[in-house]
């Protein structure tokens, strides 16, 4: 059978057979091959591991401002997140940078969270790069605003490092800073580096604010009531209570008081009468756990759930405020007449 097998072989056509010959040539082929298809995907492999610059979503775009957010916070949970959002999505903004002093320091969050890992992820891929520090970034080389959205007892070092970086423009979280000597300071840095500061005190501008404004300055003798809630639970304070460790006045009720210096010409110089509503229904002060803390070294804070107070200026102006941590999700406006009658909410 092997005879006639190799017989009838003899007689077929050279290419259609495979011989050793031809086995020996597949084979280097092979290896030939093996050794171009190493060499170029190491090659490829290296090009991709090769860190790219990170210059930003948009750096090529012209007409764009480079901006860099320092304090970004979980997705969905920190106020830097939300700001981070919107900035994306505006085409004259470059994102240059995220700068996050907690999740990103390996000392402090050793296990980040996975959603913060996702953000990172994702804005790395855009070109974004994102860092501990703001000392971790180069020398800013073109206009650069930093958008300051941390806590506010780093406020005053992450403003002189962004300062230093060569700012030309900052946006700070209000207050700003945890008291007036260090936002003078601030402020007197600012002006000897010339750096254009702002403070985010959106109600300036909400409609609500601007019609209660309006109506008051048509009335003569009216007065404007600010009421500003929030809708944590009682069960949150603990930990609202640490996180806005600067206080609630500082913290939650500056934005009303923001108003009453720009439209009412309010200042600790022009109040002639400061009168605090003390029925626990309105006003309370709170003494709470501290989360974090345990016996026997339990450590306390202290703090207001909820405040109103009325305000006279020394030219008769009267504006009051009123702020509850537990009062729900609605802040409004009241306007009344010299008689105290409601005119418009």
């Given at each position: 059978v092997v005879g006639a097998h190799v017989k009838g072989l003899k007689g077929a056509r050279a290419e259609g057979v495979a011989t050793i010959n031809v086995a020996i040539e597949a084979l280097k082929l092979a290896e030939y091959g093996t050794e171009k298809l190493n060499t170029a995907l190491e090659e490829a492999a290296e090009i991709e591991e090769t860190p790219q610059p990170k210059n930003g979503n948009r750096?090529?775009?012209?007409?764009?401002?480079?901006?860099?957010?320092?304090?970004?916070?979980?997705?969905?949970?920190?106020?830097?997140?939300?700001?981070l959002t919107q900035l994306l999505e505006m085409k004259n903004v470059n994102v240059r940078a995220i700068v996050e002093p907690f999740f990103l320091n390996d000392e402090l969050c050793p296990k980040v969270p996975p959603a913060f890992a996702q953000l990172v992820a994702s804005l790395e891929s855009k070109?974004?790069?994102?860092?501990?520090?703001?000392?971790?970034?180069?020398?800013?080389?073109?206009?650069?605003?930093?958008?300051?959205?941390?806590?506010?007892p780093d406020n005053p070092k992450l403003f002189r490092q962004c300062v230093n970086k060569g700012a030309s423009i900052i946006f700070l979280e209000k207050p700003g800073a945890p008291s007036v000597?260090?936002?003078?300071?601030m402020r007197d840095l600012a002006n000897e580096r010339d750096v254009m500061v702002y403070i985010g005190y959106n109600k300036n501008v909400t409609p609500y604010?601007?019609?209660?404004?309006?109506?008051?300055?048509?009335?003569?003798?009216?007065?404007?009531?600010?009421?500003h809630n929030?809708?944590?639970?009682?069960?949150?304070?603990p930990?609202?209570?640490?996180?806005?460790?600067?206080?609630?006045?500082?913290n939650m009720a500056i934005h009303e008081l923001a108003l009453l210096v720009?439209?009412?010409?309010?200042?600790?110089?022009?109040?002639?009468?400061?009168?605090?509503?003390?029925?626990?229904?309105?006003?309370?002060?709170?003494?709470?756990?501290?989360?974090?803390?345990?016996?026997p070294d339990p450590v306390y804070i202290t703090d207001f759930s909820r405040v109103k107070f009325e305000i006279t200026t020394k030219n008769g102006t009267k504006v009051s405020v009123q702020a509850n941590r537990c009062g729900g999700n609605v802040s409004r406006a009241e306007v009344r007449d010299r008689e105290g009658k409601e005119l418009e909410q």
């Open positions: 750096p090529d775009t012209a007409g764009t401002l480079d901006v860099v957010l320092v304090g970004c916070g979980m997705p969905k949970k920190g106020m830097g997140w939300y700001h070109g974004v790069m994102a860092v501990s520090s703001v000392d971790d970034l180069e020398k800013f080389e073109k206009p650069t605003l930093c958008l300051i959205a941390g806590r506010t000597k260090e936002l003078e300071e604010v601007q019609s209660a404004v309006t109506l008051s300055r048509k009335t003569p003798n009216s007065q404007v009531s600010f009421v929030n809708s944590y639970d009682t069960s949150d304070l930990e609202c209570f640490t996180r806005n460790s600067e206080g609630m006045l500082k720009t439209f009412f010409n309010v200042t600790v110089d022009t109040i002639s009468d400061f009168k605090v509503d003390t029925s626990k229904e309105v006003s309370e002060k709170l003494t709470i756990w501290q989360p974090g803390t345990s016996m």
